[in-house]
């Protein structure tokens, strides 16, 4: 599946706010993940096998690092058991880095929202407006990026420039 994404991330001092706004925006909550994500080397890119108890996807994705509304070409594909896949994966790609976090997964039409803590990192608030059909556009996708991050009183200071992959590898 090739979607086009465009989103923000950044440090979120106070989730308890992002919640609080997210229910007042009658958000569809879809509920709360402990994700793992292995993060393998490959020459472009990233490629990330997530493991969840709502999510568990195999994702490559490409993406620019800047703080601002960045654009990410993802694919993925879901698996119910991915336990065979990360054998192969990591018998024939080394590992880059582990990423433990718990999400919390909310939804407001195509626009998705996750409210994050990440082992060794902090909070973060994540603002991806996701385009599945090509059918949306990039110009709107920031827009509605844009439009939370005002809402979400997010400021420069917030904003993340890198994956949390990234982050941790330092």
Known sequence: MNILNIEIKARCPN?????????EREAEFKGTDRQVDTYFEVPEGRLKLREGTIENNLIYYEREDTPDAKSSHIELVSFEDTS????LLTAALPVKVVVDKKREIYFINNVKFHIDEVKSLGSFVEVEAIDRNQNIGKVTLEQQCNFYRKLFNITDDDLVANSYSDMLNG
């Open 15 to 23: 989730p308890d706010r992002i919640r609080q706004i997210l229910k």
């Open 84 to 87: 065979g896949i990360k054998s």
